[in-house]
């Protein structure tokens, strides 16, 4: 599984010839009389995504990576960030779609998938930065599609048609390296993640430029994504796993939020949150952020990179690789790239069951919220 196996970066314009065919128009996957390179949609921030976060069994190793295209604006990004006991590094990646959309690499960082809803591979390539990881995800629940939930009429500005995402979300099981400066760390057994694949249009895609006056980020509330043996919780629904007897997801109703935050950054530290479900069950789950194992998703261009502050789909200039680490130990630091944060914690269950889970926030925000506040959020005594 070494990554000098795959092909090195393919030509994009070797299929220029043929436009608007492309290699996957060779495949039975057409879904309208148009060449799959041809968009449903004209709008601009139409978007196909996939994104992946992980966590070794031992507390002290995390991985987010994901990668978006926009086919109406031609082009592909990725990131990838690894936080090794605060130690926090990001690679991001920039390049034009050209005609083969089939082709995930984006400079060093490399998904592919290897069985369609059952398994992907996440390569980074070694880079300048340090870091760089092989590791294998199989997916360990049932799949549900995510129908588009939107009010058609209640577009920004009035009389245009509301943003849509539909796809589908899953947990699985992690295998394989992580390299920190040479130092190779190889994945303990339990080590786990959840992945989703996303499409539609908006999503802050183009940032303020092509924001249309509408928000640019999705809510305050974020999200848990908790895998318990029984069943996993992935924000508003409960998975699974596959051949389970059941129903293959449940609706998570909005939950009661008690919240504890740093006093001098105003970041999540522990919550203990209340949670109905549509089959009449219910649980409380306790979080306790371990350390500074979070991730923070500005580093991968989610409301604009710290740097730079470019936004999913803004990068408009030639192919470009680049990155950065940050010592998240410090809190000067978490203070000048908190936004959308993957924290890392202990989650405990009424009944006693303990794993290792993702409490997402978007911070500061959870903490003005709670200062509001606003129904089913408080502050943990």
């Given at each position: 599984?070494?990554?000098?196996?795959?092909?090195?970066?393919?030509?994009?314009?070797?299929?220029?010839?043929h436009?608007?065919?492309?290699?996957?128009?060779?495949?039975?996957?057409?879904?309208?009389?148009?060449?799959v390179?041809?968009?449903?949609?004209?709008?601009?921030?139409?978007?196909?995504?996939h994104?992946?976060?992980i966590?070794d069994?031992?507390?002290?190793?995390?991985?987010?990576?994901?990668?978006?295209?926009?086919p109406n604006?031609?082009?592909?990004?990725?990131?990838?960030?690894?936080?090794?006991?605060?130690?926090?590094?990001?690679?991001?990646?920039?390049?034009?779609?050209?005609?083969?959309?089939?082709?995930?690499?984006v400079?060093?960082?490399v998904?592919?998938?290897?069985?369609?809803?059952?398994?992907?591979?996440y390569?980074?390539?070694?880079?300048?930065?340090?870091?760089?990881?092989?590791?294998?995800f199989?997916?360990?629940?049932?799949?549900?599609?995510?129908?588009?939930?939107?009010?058609?009429?209640?577009?920004?500005?009035?009389?245009?048609?509301?943003?849509?995402?539909?796809?589908?979300?899953?947990f699985?099981t992690?295998?394989?390296?992580?390299?920190?400066?040479g130092?190779?760390?190889?994945?303990?057994?339990?080590a786990?993640?959840?992945?989703d694949?996303?499409?539609?249009?908006?999503?802050?895609?183009g940032?303020p430029?092509?924001?249309?006056?509408g928000?640019?980020?999705?809510g305050?509330?974020?999200?848990?994504?908790?895998?318990?043996?029984?069943?996993?919780?992935?924000?508003?629904?409960?998975?699974?796993?596959?051949?389970?007897?059941?129903?293959?997801?449940?609706?998570?109703?909005?939950?009661?939020?008690?919240?504890?935050?740093?006093?001098?950054?105003d970041?999540?530290?522990?919550?203990?949150?209340?949670?109905?479900?549509?089959?009449?069950?219910?649980?409380?789950?306790?979080y306790?952020?371990?350390?500074?194992?979070?991730?923070?998703?500005?580093?991968g261009?989610?409301?604009?990179?710290?740097?730079r502050?470019i936004?999913?789909?803004?990068?408009?200039?030639?192919a470009?690789?680049?990155g950065?680490t940050?010592?998240?130990?410090?809190?000067?630091t978490?203070?000048?790239?908190?936004?959308?944060?993957?924290h890392?914690?202990r989650v405990?269950?009424d009944?006693?069951?303990?794993?290792?889970?993702?409490?997402?926030?978007i911070?500061?925000?959870a903490?003005?919220?709670?200062?509001?506040?606003?129904k089913?959020?408080?502050?943990?005594?």
């Open positions: 599984m070494a990554s000098d196996t795959l092909p090195a970066d393919r030509s994009y314009e070797e299929f220029a010839e436009f608007p065919l492309a290699p996957i128009d060779d495949h039975f996957v057409h879904q309208t009389p148009d060449p390179r041809v968009m449903w949609t004209g709008d601009p921030r139409a978007y196909e995504r994104w992946v976060v966590h069994d031992t507390g002290d190793l995390t991985i987010a990576t994901g990668g978006s295209f926009y604006l031609d082009r592909a990004e990725a990131y990838a960030i690894v936080n090794s006991k605060g130690r926090h590094t990001s690679v991001r990646s920039y390049r034009p779609i050209g005609a083969d959309r089939d082709d995930l690499r400079g060093p960082i998904p592919v998938i290897v069985r369609g809803l059952r398994e992907w591979r390569i980074l390539e070694p880079n300048e930065w340090g870091i760089s990881y092989d590791l294998a199989t997916d360990t629940t049932r799949q549900a599609f995510r129908e588009p939930l939107s009010n058609s009429a209640a577009g920004t500005p009035p009389g245009r048609r509301n943003d849509v995402t539909s796809g589908f979300e899953c699985g992690v295998s394989g390296w992580v390299e920190i400066d130092e190779r760390i190889t994945l303990g057994p339990n786990a993640g959840t992945r694949r996303h499409w539609g249009t908006g999503r802050g895609v940032g430029r092509l924001s249309l006056g928000r640019l980020h999705v305050t509330n974020g999200n848990a994504f908790v895998a318990f043996p029984d069943w996993n919780l992935w924000g508003d629904r409960l998975f699974y796993p596959f051949g389970e007897d059941t129903v293959p997801w449940t609706t998570a109703h909005k939950p009661t939020r008690r919240l504890r935050f740093e006093p001098d950054t970041i999540f530290t522990e919550g203990i949150v209340d949670y109905t479900f549509a089959n009449g069950e219910s649980a409380q789950l306790h306790e952020k371990i350390g500074q194992q979070t991730l923070y998703l500005r580093c261009m989610y409301g604009g990179t710290p740097d502050d936004h999913q789909g803004s990068y408009d200039g030639p470009m690789t680049e950065e940050y010592d998240v130990n410090r809190p000067e978490r203070i000048a790239i908190r936004g959308l944060d993957e890392l914690c405990t269950r009944d006693g069951t303990s794993v290792l889970g993702i409490y997402q926030t911070d500061p925000v903490f003005e919220v709670c200062t509001a506040g606003r089913g959020w408080d502050f943990l005594s």
